[in-house]
């Protein structure tokens, strides 16, 4: 496949909209980059559409308008930032001339640890979605209702995911450097719970998150455990948590 086909079926509006710096509220909303918009009212997932001025399109489209990029131009920046390969690549680059293809066969460190880094980044992107429709989906309806383990995993996880994250995409060269040398071992397997749970695994019967409970509880929880209820509920709602010394199951 080519690049316009291979970034357009492995990273998502949102997931660029993410990496790019913006925070998408609650229904999945952003300020509009195609007009000036007062409120948040563009909708982005796979694709995004504007409830303002009636824009929509794809990620390549997003990525276009918001660096002022040609489609090409955008296409091979995703590829780059998310650390996708693509037939041709060597060919399509633009950073990539004549007198360097010869070198360009083995990777150097340098661009070696940056596309870690682009896919350990698309890999907590992705998880840390499947955290929030834990969070919600598993939430207890009543006080008295027994925490399911989902829930308390995502409520453990979450500020986790977020701090690393941070430093992914806001991070200096070192700290991302240092994260990507201690977490690099364990992307593949971020991957794989994401692609075998939640709305990866294929969306529910309700078009929700696709998550029901009823499901078996990820490693880590504990149906019984105060204890763990109680640890999780206070870090989550600690007010300018340093960085969190605990290790992610992941």
Known sequence: MNVFEEVKQNVTV???????GFKPNRSGLIRCIFHNDGTPSMKVDRRYYCFGCG????VI???????????REAALKLADDFGISYGNRARDSPKIG?????????KTPETDWKTECARLTKAYLDYRTLLLEWKECYAPKTPEEEWDGH???????????????????????EDKKMIVKEKGKEVEKIERKCKGEGRFAGDGADGGCGCHKGDSIPSGGDKSGNRQRDDAELYDRAPGRPAPERESEI
Do not use: H, M, N, W
């Not at 824009?55 to 794809?58: A, E, I, M």
């Not at 004549?98 to 083995?106: A, D, F, Q, R």
């Open 55 to 58: 824009c929509t399109g794809d």
């Open 151 to 173: 829930f308390v995993t995502a409520l453990r996880e979450l500020g986790i995911v977020e701090y690393y994250l941070d430093i992914l995409l806001f991070g200096d060269e």
């Open 14 to 20: 949102r997931q660029a909209a993410e990496l790019y």
């Open 98 to 106: 004549k007198k360097s293809l010869v070198k360009e066969k083995g």
């Open 61 to 71: 489209d997003f990525t276009a308008q918001f660096f002022g990029l040609k489609p």
